[in-house]
């Protein structure tokens, strides 16, 4: 079995007079299937940018990070929605904002994919299976 | 203008090359290069005998289409089968099972938007933790 290790640090100087820092950690026990760090150009048709298979019982987190580019150099503002398989929206990454997430099936059989809102898109993203759960 | 930064580190030693990933973003507005002004912050306890609730952080505002929120969310439970049942109105989404935490954009635009969760299994009580970053609310006339 393999661990991996997500660290969220959430910090601002400004936001408030009562400073915000925090940073929180996690230990996850992974297996395959996964996907390691990949891109992906993403067009405006979210059946076409699936990134995360269907399922019905996996636990399986998945990283999605906005590159801020069309094509990994040409600079682009344009949002990526993130939307589970069959069109549901979840959210909505603006350049350079990641995503950290426990996408589970949970008997819907139900997928993770991404579509622009307008243009391509190139997302980073990977995804690792939870062998403790499920 | 309010700077905040979220950054995410992943490490793993499941690979004969170690996975070592860093992303840091700061929290904008939508459409603009202004941060994100509104924090809520707080804590609850959900039993699996309450059923699915909205949460005190699930409602969506009234800040209408294309506006930015930022949602992280911990399960503070300590009993690894504990787990609590994320769901976009009345579609699953994720789970979070004891310890583990989310860090998610939220398109809190409307009901089909509102953020529901439900401890699970049977006898489950599960602690929780969140931040809420969001654009700021229009104010609302006195009654």
Known sequence: MATLTPTLTLTSTDATTDQLAFSVTDSLTVKAPSQGLSTIIVDTTGANNIIVPANADKQTWVYVRHTGTTD???????HCDIELTGDVAIGT??????????????GGSTGVQLQSVSGSIQMEYGYWSDSTAQ | MATTTATLSLSSDMLSSPISISASSTL????????LELIEMGRGTIAETDGSKTAEFGLPTALGADKAAKLFLVNKATDPTYYIDIDLHDTNIGRLYAGDWMFIPWGMNDTASELVIEAEPSGATCPYEFVLLQEPQTLEAHS
Do not use: D, I, Y
Request: net charge neutral; with cysteine; hydrophobic share 30%.
């Open chain 2, 28 to 35: 904008m507005k939508a459409g603009v290069t202004e941060g």
């Open chain 1, 93 to 106: 990454l603006k350049a350079n904002e990641w995503f950290w997430f426990p996408h589970c099936g949970n």
């Open chain 1, 72 to 78: 990994g150099s040409t600079t682009t503002t344009q």
